[in-house]
């Protein structure tokens, strides 16, 4: 857990300001691929959400052309395939990503929950 997508430099909890909270998946393409990832990704939280805070918005970070396209594709079937007017799912290039505070790490768990919940942003 943490933020990226934002401006300010070593953004926390309580000053967030411009970043996103969000997740830093490192992974082996020869296990899954970054599209099975996104397609993954769409289905843990609505796309159709629009978020009034940048903190809770929808979004996906990139690496390069090839993934931005790879992202792209995927969220247009979905619009299509659901007949969805429109996705609030961002699509950017990748900023630097923060690690957020340790209490904020496996949240779910140490609340209690089975950490099965999809977030609802």
């Known amino acids: 857990m943490g933020y990226s997508g934002g401006n300010k430099l070593n953004p926390t909890y309580q000053s967030i300001k411009d970043h996103t909270e969000a997740l830093l998946i490192e992974y082996d393409p020869n296990v899954i691929s970054y599209e099975q990832l996104v397609t993954e990704w769409t289905k843990m939280h609505s796309l159709t959400r629009k978020s009034t805070k940048c903190q809770y918005r929808s979004a996906l970070w990139y690496l390069n052309d090839e993934q931005k396209q790879r992202a792209e594709d995927v969220l247009e079937k979905i619009r299509t395939?659901?007949?969805?007017?429109?996705?609030?799912?961002?699509?950017?290039?990748?900023?630097?990503?923060?690690?957020?505070?340790?209490?904020?790490?496996?949240?779910?768990?140490?609340?209690?929950?089975?950490?099965?919940?999809a977030c609802p942003y």
Do not use: L, W
């Open 81 to 117: 395939a659901q007949k969805i007017d429109k996705i609030y799912s961002a699509v950017e290039p990748v900023t630097k990503f923060y690690r957020a505070e340790e209490y904020h790490q496996n949240y779910i768990q140490k609340q209690g929950g089975g950490g099965g919940a």
